[in-house]
């Protein structure tokens, strides 16, 4: 059974610091994995989809990279704004359809 | 603009009521999703349908169902049986190209047993 694990739980950085989310899954062959951003009380905004045979996905301030062999994705997020803060959710999905979803990092980005 | 739409925003159902959860897309995507999410948690799927007239089972399907007569809906109905709904429910569709899209989701139904 896949498994999705995200490092920190929660993160309290200052403004204009470059920060790195992390998230491991158990089961490396995955179809592709997506980060999604969820503000309180809100569904889920997708940020990144990177298929399994890329390496990387860029848009904007957020780069999101993944190891398949390791079993690991980071999300970069450049020069950290207050905006930024809510939660960051990271899914793979193993078949293209269902997704299976870590438990978030909590980002708190202050001013 | 094209999306998903969930109805109602708030949601309030007394012990052994049955209560359905709207979910609407127009984006004329296939697959329609429904996940769970509690809080501090990640989200579980409850049901998915690839297809109209067909769906599965996912993770926590108990005390819950679904219907899928059209391919723009996707309602889920949580039923007595389900011992502990309130949570925030959200739906998702992802389209025909496959899961080269991502998803798309609605902006979710909060649930709370009163």
């Known amino acids: 059974k896949q498994e999705v694990t995200q490092i920190p739980a929660a993160l309290s950085v200052p403004e204009g610091e470059n920060l790195v989310l992390n998230c491991s899954f158990t089961?490396?062959?995955?179809?592709?994995l997506q980060w999604f951003r969820q503000d309180p009380g809100k569904g889920l905004t997708s940020l990144l989809l990177?298929?399994?045979?890329?390496r990387e996905q860029t848009s904007g301030r957020l780069n999101a990279s993944l190891d398949k062999s390791s079993g690991r994705s980071t999300l970069y997020i450049a020069a950290s704004q207050p905006g930024d803060s809510a939660t960051y959710l990271c899914?793979?999905?193993?078949?293209?359809?269902?997704?299976?979803f870590g438990e978030g990092t909590q980002l708190t980005v202050n001013p | 603009d094209g999306g998903i739409t969930q109805s109602p925003k708030y949601l309030f159902r007394k012990e052994g009521q049955n209560v359905t959860l709207s979910c609407e897309q127009n984006?004329?995507?296939?697959?329609m999703y429904w996940y769970r999410q509690d809080p501090g948690q990640g989200l579980r799927l409850i049901y998915y349908?690839?297809?109209?007239?067909?769906?599965q089972k996912g993770d926590i399907a108990e005390g819950y169902s679904v219907s899928r007569e059209k391919k723009e809906s996707f309602p889920l109905t949580v039923t007595s049986a389900q011992k502990n709904p309130t949570a925030f429910y959200l739906c998702?569709?992802?389209?025909?190209?496959?899961?080269?899209?991502?998803?798309?989701f609605g902006s979710g139904t909060r649930l709370t047993v009163v």
């Open positions: 899914a793979v999905s193993l078949s293209g359809s269902r997704l299976t």
């Open positions: 089961d490396s062959a995955i179809y592709n």
């Open positions: 990177i298929q399994s045979s890329q």
């Open positions: 984006l004329n995507h296939d697959a």
């Open positions: 349908s690839q297809i109209v007239n067909d769906f």
């Open positions: 998702a569709s992802i389209g025909s190209g496959g899961a080269n899209y991502g998803y798309t």
